[in-house]
């Protein structure tokens, strides 16, 4: 590794401490929702729950892996106002975190229409089209309006247009590209839609969103790749399982669109912001993480275990919001908030695990 390489690596470092504090502090205020209490914890913070996981956790990591892509100063902003943002939040000045956080949105969405301009694709499209709805979500947000489902287009935006690059080592039909402009298409129209018109918005976003998880499972290499072993069994399981919950996410937030209820709505926001999108996280963390430090995420049976504990605790999670079994919710919860702790403690000792043996093998090989 370079000198420069080096000290970039360590320039991300507090970038990326200050997305887990934001993901930590977002799972804890998640848990004080739910009635649990921390002697710890500041009760401020109980009302940034998902602000501090989609603006400060998803925001700093994806505006990192976006800046490592571009490999441009200036797209770290992203990253550092996101950042800032969450010591913002923690600071109880959610005015300062707004406009923080509006700012990086602009700054990540002026560095995937970089790499667009670059790289003409529908992938690189969609992904600028993520960026695209965390900005308007954000400023929704700055406004006093619900930017919710902004946040949902941005973070499933960005995952599918990561899936739909890599599923280009599957034979693609120019019908099949086409099915997958027209999903996108529609959740844009939706979200438009959701301004004006909430509920019609809510059931148009949750169509598209299901034709979207039936697009992903029916082109993903995932499909085959579940059939070998190791690191590469283990991504293809976090894959399809994502896709499972983001298909019932989909239908629950359709029918709640007709029938609106409190518990409908917080099963489909979680299966789809927790089961769909952690799934995926914990997926591609062994891929983004060697991206982001440079360091190797080598794989171990063991990354099995925050994952089962997660599909195990938020079935019970939803469970309790369909059936109005308030315990089954709130220990849903924190088995969902113990998977994600597995999660940074698992990734922790795997790159650990890898230096130590890249120091190992560097021991024997004297030359």
């Known amino acids: 590794m370079s000198a420069s390489a080096g000290s970039g690596v360590k320039a991300r470092l507090p970038l990326l401490a200050a997305g887990f504090v934001a993901l930590a502090l977002g799972a804890g205020a998640g848990l004080a929702r739910m009635g649990w209490t921390f002697a710890l914890y500041d009760p401020r913070l109980v009302t940034w729950h998902g602000e501090l996981m989609i ?9 990192l892996e976006r800046s490592v892509a571009l490999q441009a ?26 406009i ?13 229409g970089s790499i667009f301009l670059r790289q003409r694709a529908l992938f690189t499209l969609t992904s600028a089209l993520g960026a695209m709805c965390w900005t308007a979500g954000n400023l ?9 489902p902004w946040w949902i287009g941005f973070l499933v935006l960005t995952i599918a247009a990561e899936r739909l690059e890599l599923s280009r080592l599957l034979p693609q039909t120019r019908l099949a590209r086409m099915a997958f402009a027209v999903v996108v298409a529609a959740i ?23 034709a979207l998880a039936l697009w992903l499972l029916r082109h993903d290499i995932a499909r085959r790749t579940v059939r070998d072993r190791g690191l590469t069994r283990f991504i293809a399981v976090c894959l399809l399982s994502g896709y499972a919950w983001l298909a019932s996410g989909a239908a629950v937030l359709l029918v709640d669109s007709f029938s609106p209820s409190f ?17 995926m996280v914990l997926g591609h963390a062994p891929i ?20 089962a504990l997660l599909q195990a605790s938020l079935a019970l999670r939803i469970g309790g919001d369909l059936l109005a079994v308030d315990d089954w919710r709130r220990f849903g919860g924190v088995g969902n908030a113990a998977a994600l702790l597995l999660f940074v403690l698992g990734t922790a000792t795997a790159l650990v695990r890898g230096k130590l043996a890249r120091m190992d093998a560097s021991a024997d090989d004297p030359g």
């Open 263 to 279: 518990g409908a709505r917080d099963a489909a926001l979680h299966a789809i912001l927790l089961g769909f999108v952690f799934s």
């Open 288 to 307: 983004i993480f060697p991206a982001v430090t440079r360091a190797a995420v080598p794989y171990h049976w063991s990354f099995y275990i925050p994952l």
């Open 140 to 148: 929704l947000w700055l406004g006093g309006a619900d930017a919710v």
């Open 100 to 112: 923080l956080f509006v700012a990086a949105s602009f700054a990540l969405l002026a560095a995937s």
């Open 55 to 63: 603006c400060g956790f998803f925001g700093t990591v994806i505006g």
């Open 188 to 210: 844009l129209a939706s979200l438009v839609l959701t301004v004006t018109l909430p509920r019609a918005g809510s059931a148009v976003q949750a169509a598209a969103l299901l």
């Open 73 to 98: 100063r200036w797209a770290y902003s992203a990253p550092l106002a996101a950042a800032l943002g969450i010591l913002a939040l923690i600071a109880a000045r959610p005015v300062a975190a707004m």
